[in-house]
DNA sequence: ACACAGTGTGGGAGCGCTCCCACAGTAGTC
DNA sequence: GACTACTGTGGGAGCGCTCCCACACTGTGT
């Protein structure tokens, strides 16, 4: 109620210079932390922008720095697995708290539909913002290489194939999966199944691995009729169940790609009359609400999924920076995080 | 590769003027899809636009006509655990959705810490938005009092008290809470307890009271003893069931403010042996994964989160509109929408 | 005394748009 | 034939910044 309620719209950089008796170019490079200014026209800029209660005009800055100090997170809006599981709020979540320390904007932007994608191409090549995060890009989508196109600066999470060429965050799903059946066998499990996803999905593929190496490792053989794919899905993991103790009654421990199918899969054991973890030990994959709501509660492989929004915003703003200092983007590296094995009462 | 791989640089209004051999100004006509501009003028700047590829220049328009095309939507960090389920993600896909038809940005914004919040008031007042959407709001929080201060149009999500002076957007707890016991009722049970949420909160006291409207409406004296607070947390529903059965051994039926609570509820019943639905229904509220999964699945309240989302953003829209057509931001009216009773196999 | 580099500083020239005033053209009216 | 009354249209004047060149001023070395 003092300084700021000036005769209409707030402070201008202009006035705040006037303020303090300077040139505007001077209060730009205080407001900028810029080089070479004197500490005393420094103080007295600063005393004019508390004073005057000043706060630099956005797009104002982007239009006459060319950037715009906002970066897009692209969510595929039809993909309801992700907005299922708290993994959205949590990259959100990490992805704001990389962005708290900078001024930097998050615009979140949904892509459902083919007419959204469109838009969202005028979105990024109206200059809109200065990168973007790719969550949950699947195999076929164009929209990681026409941002290349168009040169903007992109991170995406999780890779798509083994030779992902995208910047990307990853968590280390085979490591996760091989320590979720490495944890089963210390617990003394003999007969190990396992409930995948899809295994065109490149990180339901990596967790197949995981199971076969771990079990390798042991010196087990891997029993093909111990695998059975689904979909990420309830349903889905209950029939891969269904299936599993029809080829093997025998199976004391099953390894589910995800705590939704696990969740599945445990309805079906329970109406088989199997006990978990008496009989039958289960471990999911995501550590989700699901997870440990359970009865009992699951023991599955939680990712680091707050640490990858953070880390994803982070390698976009280093790129972001860099762009201005150096023409490419050099084929960033990916980054994979470790897993962690949650062990509860389900094993 | 074609119209637009002109000399470094997007194509500007200018660029488009010159091309389509008419004036800057026209083209802004056209391109604003504005009044008065005659069919043939309208063709040329229009295919003058597709063959260049044509995109405005955010900044630029948001510079010169004194708008961002922008909303915020603050989200308070800390308490995102609790509404950390499907809430957060629906509310984002309902504000998506109205936004989808327009030119608007949606900017996401995590408000956790105090120094976050101050940062946001400087956000806001830095004309980044045209107007705020707050979710999940507290009682003491000073944020929308500012926002008003600070003429900027806000929307939120729940009232804060019986009369919300702001503009709003909640759901029917009461009715909401008051269906799930009439259906409790209509199931024969005849001792129906209820834990609810912590009661400043207003939500939470709309639930309790919809729980003895409808005992009340029904006939039947509401017992104190029945009624137990908890915290929206498992643990405390956990307790809180405990509490319960140790007042109220012959209850025979338990509604619950939250899913989560009602987790811990079950788990405290299977530990007393009693069983669900036989020995006692449970019923929910939110209608979360948690309750899809659960075993039994749980009846539950369902809001719509979504639609909530969709409405306050439309009413956001057309706040900020209007205040360009009048001064003042009318004092708007709270929306409330119905809630639904998802009845599953725990009732 | 001179030139010379180095440090702060002021302010012009845009960035790409919208707003709005001025003006041409056409048409209707006395 | 001169008046008003439109409808389209062109383009100047900013919006509030950043960028960068030019200009003091200070020192240092000759």
């Known amino acids: 109620m003092n300084g700021n309620g000036r005769s209409g719209g707030r402070p201008t950089l202009e006035e705040v210079a006037v303020r303090a008796g300077v040139g505007r170019g001077t209060v730009s490079r205080v407001i900028n932390g810029s080089s070479k200014v004197s500490e005393q026209t420094k103080a007295a800029v600063e005393a004019a922008v508390t004073e005057l209660g000043y706060v630099p005009n956005r797009a104002a800055r982007a239009l006459a720095a060319n950037r715009n100090d906002a970066i897009a997170l692209v969510i595929p809006e039809p993909e309801a697995r992700f907005f299922a599981e708290p993994y959205f709020s949590e990259v959100v979540r990490g ?3 990389a962005l708290a320390e900078t001024d930097i904007q998050l615009v979140l932007t949904l892509a459902g539909s083919d007419r959204e994608r469109r838009r969202l191409a005028q979105y990024l090549s109206g200059h809109r913002v200065d990168g973007v995060l790719l969550v949950s890009v699947h195999a076929g989508d164009p929209l990681p290489e026409l941002l290349a196109e168009l040169g903007i600066p992109t991170v995406i999470s999780g890779r798509r194939s ?4 995208l910047p990307c965050v990853d968590s280390d799903n085979l490591a996760g999966a091989a320590e979720a059946v490495r944890h089963l066998l210390d617990r003394g499990r003999r007969t190990i199944a396992t409930i995948t996803g899809p295994l065109d999905v490149y990180g339901a593929h990596c967790r197949l691995d995981g199971y076969r190496q771990a079990l390798a490792a042991a010196g087990r053989p891997v029993d093909e009729r111990l695998v059975a794919v689904a979909d990420f899905t309830e349903e889905g993991g209950r029939r891969a169940m269904r299936e599993l103790l029809e080829r093997s009654p025998s199976l004391d421990a099953v390894f589910a790609s995800s705590d939704v199918m696990a969740a599945g899969a445990r309805r079906e054991l329970r109406a ?16 989700s609400v699901v997870a440990r709501h359970m009865d009992p509660p699951l023991t599955s492989v939680r990712q680091p999924i707050e640490e990858m929004g953070r880390t994803m915003a982070r390698m976009l703003l280093e790129r972001v920076s860099g762009r201005r200092g150096s023409a490419g983007a050099a084929g960033g590296p990916a980054v994979v995080l470790p897993n962690r094995l949650v062990v509860r009462e389900s094993s």
């Open 95 to 97: 992805v704001g708290a």
């Open 162 to 165: 083994a030779g992902e060429t």
């Open 272 to 287: 088989a009359g199997r006990r978990i973890p008496h009989d039958v030990a289960l471990v999911g994959f995501d550590d």
